[in-house]
DNA sequence: CTTTTCTACTTAAACACTTAAGTAGAGTCG
DNA sequence: CGACTCTACTTAAGTGTTTAAGTAGAAAAG
């Protein structure tokens, strides 16, 4: 067990006191230059790291932040978003020394109990909010609390948290003026958990657009993004009177779903029906038909988020921004309505 | 802001030392019944929770452990084996009170470094290790700086780390025998990265098999898991001159990407072509037909590392244990060799 | 030449725990 | 009854950093 080199360590080697290497290791003014260069290459030389134990008792940055995912395990497993989100954050966090926090929770108590728990312990600097449900209190509660906080979604009226969030009105939009373009004029969707604020706001953007068309008809069905709901939903639909010739899908995992559906019920895609998928992944590449997707840069998502997290610890920016919206990538599984 | 209750706010509410309480929250002798009651009790009114910097600070456990994965990210995207394997981590670790640590880092030394420097800076009590490649030092590098660590992969001779890992030999034998009782004597094996541990297991015990049946073929093509290069392996397999009757894949991405290159060579599956699929997951149920696939508890596994790695921390438990062997689900994509 | 200001430090307290060592008082034993 | 052992504590040192406050010496200002 080596023992791990200490700022008292340098402080010994290089002459000075323990509070003059404090101020050289951490870029702050009080040091010569040439004092200043002499501590660096004695840490460097002899590998020493900050304990984020001590600075953290001492009350500065931990360099940590938490994420928490409120999703069940097997719904986790199949949705690309979320790892590629993590690896977004993580390419941010990890270039800047901090490390991610990440607890997967069941249900929203748990979630608020996790940030109550993490900030109690000091573990973390901030918090990255996802997954916003409609009268979500998670912002209010790290308002309350104090906790730096990211918002992935929407930024809240009267609170000064930062917001990074993409336009899924404008996708929707953009997703029904294709379809309408194409002579669709009964369309339907098949929404994500209706709980979540995104689905709100896209279910309205749906209804906002079809009305603006002037469709025939535009039902919303709400799942929970499985494959088994989309099975379910897409059924319902495909067996109904007059039946769309056009679904949407929240997620990629139902879109696909959809295909066996149509498959199973002798209707060919997309000479009888049109799919489009919510989120973009190899899977819409690899299926036969290949799925219309409206893509997204969840890497880059994440990426920006991470580094609004660090701005607002560092210097407290609280900006909010809005990352690219998804576009339109048209594949096999639409074209036009049938007459 | 609110002030965090410390140790020293019990003590003075229960009318003791600040040792007395410590003593009494940490579950050792030393304090009387009635008073390490009252003391709880008061810890709980007042919603006191542990610094771990301040733990960590005198040398105490952190409750944290680390994981790092190294994998490009659009590879990650779609491997639904990382966020079940989390999930199952997170769920045993969250029930201790034990935080997560995640890192994505694009290559080795980036993982090594990794490991490193959160110990360095004290951030873990261990680290979880996996995707073992072939000539991997992580197991010595751990043992060298004296690291805890779980091996999620073979035990190491010589080292008493603990290991936990599924029987991938048994697998690729049973999926091999499964095959030739259907009559198959060309089977081709679509591996994953060659580099790794487990990939070279799982080849080797295919070779093993296919001597042991007298086959007429057993070629072995290794790829990157992604989808692009399941494609190219699977294409130059179905063009050659005595092309197998059926492939196996080492995940499910490319046992479904394979799909696509036999429907895209007018080669029908299963008559023509069986596949089957290394991993388990939605993507292979969704299909048409559907995948035939190793199925394994990935969760449970995650589950089980995890409780090795809070086993070893709390009293240098250094067990291998293994981990139930998938077994093969039979589906729509496998059927009797074209004679 | 004295006073002031600045630079480049040093000193020491604070952070919230853990734990080895010490101790007072009660009970046990011969 | 004195010596010993327990129990149930207390005391205080130690952990590695940050940072406010202090200081010595040099340079600048008057």
Redesign the pocket.
Known sequence: MVK?P???DIATRA??????V??A??GRP???P??RDKILAIAAEIG?R??I???S????RVHAVGLIIARPARVLGMEPFFMQFISGVESVLSANRTALLLQVVPDHDAADEAVRFWWAERRIDGVLVTDLWAKDQRPELLAELGIPGVIVGRPRDGLDLPAVWSDDAAAVESVVDYLVALGHRRIARVAGLPSLEHTQVRTAAFHAAAERHGLESAPVISTDYTWEEGTQATRKLLTSIDRPTAITYDNDVMAVAALSVAHELAISVPEQLSIVAGDDSQLCLVQHPSVTALARDIVGYGARVAQAMLDLVSDGTTTAQQVPTGTLVPRASTAAAPH
């Open positions: 791990r200490t700022i008292a002459g000075v006191s323990t509070g003059a404090s101020y290791l951490n009080g040091v010569s040439a004092t020493w900050p304990s134990a001590a600075r008792l001492a009350g500065a």
